[in-house]
């Protein structure tokens, strides 16, 4: 009897140090995995910083929540906007020259990751109000020398202006001492360094007469392209075709024959260099752009 009791209290006795060391064990092995999953949380929060110290990856995240969060969209629609965002899809990292200023600028300076984005703009105040919550986009401002008032008279007179002519528009648009009236020559001269692959022209405003217009734009465009070195062509994207100005600067400078897509108010040409071009099929002779 004494040695069954013994026998049962020795049991219990080895149950119970069985299942303290099982305790004991249970705690060190929960410990343990404790320690590595805590370890591989800091791994991947290590991991995480090191990828928000890249800039350019920050800014897309940045970009994204900015529009998740904004109820005010850009004012191309998506089939206009898609129009350039497979121009760049193809092209990107690029030289993207953007006039204008506006609720798109993030989104297209994302979409040209590690490319050069350049914005121009005519209004001090809505540059400092975009830059407010978009610190990194690398926009200056511009000022325009004309009035859409004057564009009938412009493009009239240019062709009576040598210095407005093709054949002498190697790169006219650097040369200050230059007659041509359209010719933009007090861009930021980051603009004139480069050779631009995309051009969009969503500005300046030319829906009032005494504001700029986009004649200079469209102009100084198609003589950027023209002077182009590089292979490619230069890709100029041009909004509000639906007005009349625009309308009929795209179609003496940048040509119905190199339009290769129009979708709602937008035009996409396609500009060939003209630097190994003597003639341009014989219209530079004549003096004309297209
Ligand atoms: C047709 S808008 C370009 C808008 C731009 N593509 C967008 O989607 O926001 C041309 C010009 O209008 C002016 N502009 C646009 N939105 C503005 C605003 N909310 N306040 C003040 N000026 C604005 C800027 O001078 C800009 O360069």
Not at 150 to 167: G, T
Not at 201 to 206: F, L, N, T, W
């Amino acid at each position: 009897m004494l040695k069954n009791r013994n026998f049962y209290s020795d049991k219990l006795w080895f149950f119970v140090a069985v299942a303290i060391a099982g305790l004991i064990a249970g705690a060190v092995l929960i410990t343990s995995f404790g320690n590595v999953s805590q370890h591989s949380l800091l791994c991947s929060l290590a991991g995480s910083y090191k990828r928000i110290g890249d800039s350019t990856q920050n800014q897309q995240l940045q970009t994204i929540l900015h529009y998740a969060t904004s109820r005010v969209v850009p004012q191309q629609s998506i089939s206009e906007i898609r129009v350039s965002f497979d121009v760049l899809q193809s092209l990107s990292p690029c030289n993207f020259l953007i006039f204008g200023l506006g609720h798109d600028s993030l989104m297209w300076s994302s979409f040209n990751p590690r490319g050069t984005t350049l914005f121009l703009e005519e209004d001090s105040k809505w540059i400092q109000s975009v830059l407010k919550d978009a610190s990194h986009l690398n926009a200056h401002h511009v000022v325009y020398p004309t009035h859409l008032s004057q564009a009938d008279e412009l493009i009239k007179s240019y062709r009576s202006e040598p210095d407005c002519l093709p054949s002498n528009t190697k790169s006219p648009i650097t040369n200050v001492h230059t007659q041509c009236k359209l010719a933009l020559t007090s861009l930021p001269k980051e603009v004139y360094d480069k050779e631009w692959d995309l051009i969009m022209i969503d500005a300046p405003k030319g829906y009032y007469p005494e504001a700029p217009g986009r004649m200079g734009a469209i102009y100084s465009a198609v003589v950027m392209a023209r002077a182009r070195m590089r292979p490619g062509v230069t890709h100029v994207f041009l909004h509000d075709v639906d007005r009349r100005v625009e309308k009929m600067f795209a179609e003496e400078f940048l040509c119905k024959k190199y339009l290769v897509k129009a979708v709602g108010r937008l035009w996409h040409f396609e500009i060939p260099s003209a630097v190994n071009d003597t003639g341009n099929g014989g219209a530079t002779t004549t003096g004309s752009f297209c």
